[in-house]
């Protein structure tokens, strides 16, 4: 019988198809490939598996990465980091700007839902507006770039307090205090627990006037390259202007935002 629908593509052809583009890729690529998949994977066989290129070629690149340092051999025979490829890693991560990395992500939230985009960083027990970008809306949040705001009143802090344990919470708690802001913020442990559960299985959080009276936000974590949340972005609005319910409907384009800038920082989804 004859089906308009395409055939499936089977693991073996797409093996193929891979290995077929390992053989003809430049010299360049196929050091890139295999000093890639080394340092994904420990085992020879699992390198030459994931390049897709010819054993001895495998061995000879790797040979002269181990040469030069980038990878080294451990003594049952894996692959580990070497010393040189340690060393230009930091020096990268030393360099990055975060808020250079951001802007052009939060460029396009901006035109897309005409509210003042946020980005923070963890410092201490508080967070540090690194980006902050207006609308066309004729106001502006009393917020600006190097303020700090703590982490239990505001969004961008409840998302990174999510990637705390509940001991690393509780800790937080008895250190810095859960101060008032406005009559609307969690001021007890219990309710900052609970409120941290709700974060993690949303995977974004709300400021419902928690923070400034009659400023709410939605606010979704930015991971680093380890996976950390170390940093969060959060669309603000005046509450006059949209509902709780309103604000909340832009969380997926919050995540969404936030996703795009941990992936341009190295996070693997």
């Known amino acids: 019988m004859v089906t308009d629908t395409p055939p499936l593509r089977t693991a073996t052809v797409a093996a193929a198809d891979a290995t077929s583009s390992a053989v003809h890729a430049s010299a360049s690529e196929k050091t890139l490939l295999v000093l890639e998949a080394a340092l994904t994977h420990a085992r020879f066989t699992d390198v030459v598996e994931a390049t897709g290129l010819a054993k001895a070629t495998t061995h000879r690149i790797l040979a002269t990465l181990v040469d030069r340092q980038f990878i080294t051999v451990a003594d049952d025979g894996s692959y580990l980091p070497g010393p040189k490829i340690l060393s230009l890693a930091g020096r990268a991560l030393q360099r990055i700007d975060i808020a250079a990395i951001a802007q052009p992500f939060v460029d396009t939230l901006v035109d ?17 507006y690194l980006i902050r970008t207006d609308s066309d809306k004729p106001y502006q949040m ?58 993690r299985e949303l995977g974004y959080a709300l400021d419902r006037e928690e923070n400034v009276p009659g400023v709410g936000c939605v606010a979704a ?15 603000s609005t005046l509450t006059l202007e949209h509902t709780t319910e309103q604000i909340e409907a832009m969380a997926p384009l919050a995540v969404e935002t936030a996703d795009q800038i941990s992936a341009a920082l190295g996070h693997t989804f």
Do not use: Q
């Open 112 to 128: 897309t839902v005409h509210c003042t985009i946020h980005v923070g960083v963890v410092n201490g027990d508080e967070i540090v």
């Open 142 to 199: 009393p917020s600006r770039v190097g303020h700090s705001i703590p982490l239990h009143s505001s969004g961008i802090g409840k998302v990174v307090l999510s990637g705390y344990t509940d001991e690393a919470l509780e800790r937080f708690v008895a250190r810095a205090g859960l101060p008032a802001r406005t009559a609307h913020t969690i001021t007890t442990l219990e309710g900052l627990r609970a409120e941290i559960a709700r974060v």
């Open 221 to 235: 974590p930015i991971r680093d390259h380890t996976g950390s949340i170390r940093y969060g972005l959060s669309i």
